[in-house]
């Protein structure tokens, strides 16, 4: 089992950066790849970023690429999210995830085995 905690979302205007991290307690975070995904209001869930086990390897969804970056430290047990250059449209709560499996292609809620509770990100116009 694997508890993950998020925290740094907020209030930002547009054009502003926030940086989300995600914290893992009760196993080795090392064996997890991890991935952030959102849930715009009335929207389904969907993927934002995933990072490789040992951080060799990192995915980005079309909409955040060149903005986000997903980084980890596997000394810190922690997943990191940095977001920059902000829009009204990634206004979400936004998820951090672990996957015990290798996936070429992490983009898949369904891939994911544990989920954290979720964090607020509000960008205004």
């Known amino acids: 089992q694997v508890q993950l905690v998020e925290s740094g979302g907020g209030l930002v205007q547009a054009g502003g950066s926030l940086s989300l991290s995600c914290v893992a307690s009760g196993r080795t975070f090392g064996n997890y790849a991890m991935g952030w995904f959102r849930q715009p209001p009335g929207k389904e869930r969907e993927f934002v970023a995933a990072?490789?086990?040992?951080?060799?390897?990192?995915f980005y969804a079309d909409s955040v690429k060149g903005r986000f970056t997903i980084s980890r430290d596997n000394a810190k047990n922690t997943a990191y999210m940095q977001m920059n250059t902000l829009k009204p449209e990634d206004t979400a709560v936004y998820y951090c995830a672990a996957s015990q499996a290798y996936y070429s292609t992490p983009f898949r809620v369904s891939q994911y085995d544990y989920w954290g509770q979720g964090t607020q990100v509000t960008v205004s116009s």
């Open positions: 990072i490789s086990r040992g951080g060799q390897a990192t």
